[in-house]
């Protein structure tokens, strides 16, 4: 009987993956349509555990995507669309070049759709799914939502990025979800808490130039991308503006402006809406919010869990009191400020806002207005002032979110040297991170120098208590020897008749005595060295299989506990400059006094 086995590559990883070359052959489509398909699908390349067998023993290093990813893609009906889009394609040259234009253009009036409903409905079954998935899709929105006209860039995609942006920013500030804030090189930071869910994302800031000169970045392949996350952010508007109770697409509070110069209303109130300035219109006005309520805690957590319950109780309180901070202030903002992150930050918040209305649409109040609190200036100084009013620099409207309450605005008036901007980003695990001295005192405001060196001193004292202890009971332990050592003394004198067995066991009762201990020193260089020896055996227990594991860990500490002592380098030369200079100013003003 001859028993035919498997043949190899039929079974394991070599029949587990499939290379790029044969997933093209087997779905029949061209490599631009096949990597179109994977990004709307979410499909991506697979890194196999032996790339040998993976790849049935062939040489190199190939694309390599999962069997069943491929064959999932089979069944998908924009294959279908995708070699339509090829015939049209085909049937508009051939007319364009026989110069039958009337079926040219009765084949564009008629040219194949492709859509992505049921994709988002595949990849995001939840409302929370979506949610979790948000960040890459904001981030990327909103940078499309500032590019210009370009070649390479469909202008009703950067249009609609606009319009859909815009459109969650509404939702941030009628839920009152924002968090944190940072202002970097890159743009603005925003962190947003919708639904349980932390959304972070980035707004590039608006320069007035072409984003990439050179062909570097692929932009068909980002506007791939951005083809399906308009979509998805659709979804996400509609259930979100639904959820808080607005009406979807917005629309305005107030159409009593008689100050449009605008033709189109459209227009007009697209416009009025990207303000940011304008409360939007609710589905039923005697519904409350569901956004505003604070979420009662559960009460039903066990002992072990009662201090998990305080911070979270802590947490809630201090979350309530940040929807609110800006409560009551109207702030005014001038020309050379940053308007629509100012506005959304102040109006996620409760601040009202206004600008000159000569500057842009949504103006509600005048510079001229007596009751505006603050006005955000980025200029030295000013030549119309008014008493009742702050003049104070953006940077305290981002510090002020961040530390969740009202800085004060000694530090951040017109023309002041503004405090560092700390990132609210930064980890919280300070064992591993630089921290800088400015975030150290508002992690602890009463951290002083004094203080150590008074808990240094306690420790000392503590110390030496410890050490005069052992003398006391020394000194009793000697008195009891001497005591015993008389009585010992005494037995032998009257005893003299006694065996030797007895004078054997006396003798070993005396070596038996307790005599008085001498305070021993320990060698920090010889404790050192044993802590080290016995790190190192314990480093040889680890099992083979994690040491690569344990190695590249160890690794990464060494680099961060590097790049911490390179940071506190830089501040303390920075500091010693600074500090040269202020002595050298002090020098020249006291040379001009004397003069």
């Excluded at 932390?198 to 072409?210: D, Y």
């Excluded at 005697?286 to 201090?307: H, P, R, S, W």
């Excluded at 842009?360 to 005048?366: H, R």
């Excluded at 005192?441 to 208590?465: I, Q, V, Y």
Aim: with cysteine.
């Amino acid at each position: 009987m001859v028993v035919i086995g498997k043949k190899k590559y039929q079974s394991g990883e070599g029949a587990q993956f499939m290379t790029r070359k044969a997933a093209l052959k087997k779905l029949q489509l061209s490599l631009n349509d096949f990597r179109r398909l994977c990004i709307l699908k979410g499909i991506y390349p697979r890194e196999p555990r032996n790339r040998k067998r993976a790849q049935k023993g062939e040489p190199g290093i190939k694309t390599l995507y999962h069997k069943k990813d491929i064959q999932f893609l089979l069944h998908e009906p924009i294959i279908w669309k995708l070699r339509d889009y090829k015939i049209f394609n085909k049937k508009v040259a051939k007319a364009r070049a026989l110069r039958e234009f009337s079926d040219m253009r009765r084949y564009l009036d008629n040219h194949p759709t492709l859509k992505l409903d049921h994709i988002v409905k595949e990849r995001y079954p939840t409302f929370i799914d979506a949610l979790r998935d948000l960040d890459d899709c904001l981030t990327l929105c909103f940078l499309f939502s500032t590019f210009p006209s370009l070649s390479h860039i469909p202008r009703d995609q950067s249009l609609l990025c606009r319009k859909l942006s815009i459109e969650f920013l509404h939702a941030v500030i009628a839920a009152k979800a924002l968090r944190k804030v940072f202002v970097s090189i890159k743009g603005y930071y925003y962190q947003a808490e919708i639904k349980g869910q932390t959304i972070t994302w980035i707004v590039p800031h608006h320069f007035c130039f072409e984003p990439q000169a050179k062909h570097e970045v692929d932009f068909k392949l980002m506007a791939i991308f951005v083809e399906f996350y308009i979509i998805m952010l659709g979804f996400v508007n509609y259930r979100l503006y639904h959820t808080l109770n607005l009406y979807y697409p917005p629309k305005l509070t107030t159409s009593e402006n008689n100050e449009k110069t605008l033709v189109d209303e459209e227009a007009y109130v697209a416009e009025r809406i990207s303000a940011l300035n304008v409360s939007l219109v609710t589905l039923d006005p005697t519904v409350q919010n569901a956004e505003d309520d604070g979420l009662d805690i559960d009460q039903f957590a066990t002992d072990g869990d009662a201090t998990k319950l305080e911070e979270a109780k802590a947490e809630a309180e201090k979350v309530k009191k940040l929807k609110t901070l800006f409560k009551g202030l109207k702030i005014f903002l001038n020309r050379e400020v940053p308007r629509e992150s100012l506005v959304f930050v102040l109006r996620c918040f409760g601040a009202d806002v206004s600008w000159d209305k000569l500057l842009f649409v949504g103006a509600t109040f005048d510079e001229t207005d007596e009751t505006i609190t603050h006005q955000i200036v980025d200029r030295p100084n000013m030549t119309i002032q008014y008493i009742s009013r702050y003049y104070v620099q953006p940077q305290w409207v981002f510090d002020s979110v961040n530390a969740r309450e009202l800085l004060p605005v000694e530090k951040y008036l017109m023309g002041c040297v503004l405090p560092p901007h700390l990132s609210p980003f930064s980890d919280s695990r300070h064992d591993q991170t630089y921290i800088p001295p400015e975030e150290r005192a508002l992690m602890d405001h009463d951290f002083k120098l004094n203080d150590e060196d008074s808990a240094s001193e306690e420790e000392g004292n503590d110390d030496e208590k410890e050490e005069e202890n052992p003398q006391d009971e020394n000194e009793d332990d000697e008195v009891e020897v001497k005591q015993e050592e008389e009585k010992e003394d005494d037995v032998e004198e009257a005893s003299t008749t006694e065996n030797e067995k007895e004078r054997n066991r006396l003798k070993k009762k005396k070596e038996m005595k307790v005599k008085s201990g001498t305070v021993t020193k320990e060698d920090p260089r010889e404790k050192s060295r044993q802590d080290r020896q016995e790190y190192r055996l314990r480093e040889r227990m680890i099992k083979k299989k994690h040491r690569n594991l344990y190695r590249s860990m160890m690794k990464g500490r060494e680099e961060r506990s590097k790049e911490i002592w390179l940071l506190r380098k830089k501040r303390r030369i920075h500091d010693q400059t600074e500090k040269q200079q202020r002595k050298e100013a002090r020098k020249k003003k006291k040379a001009v006094s004397a003069e």
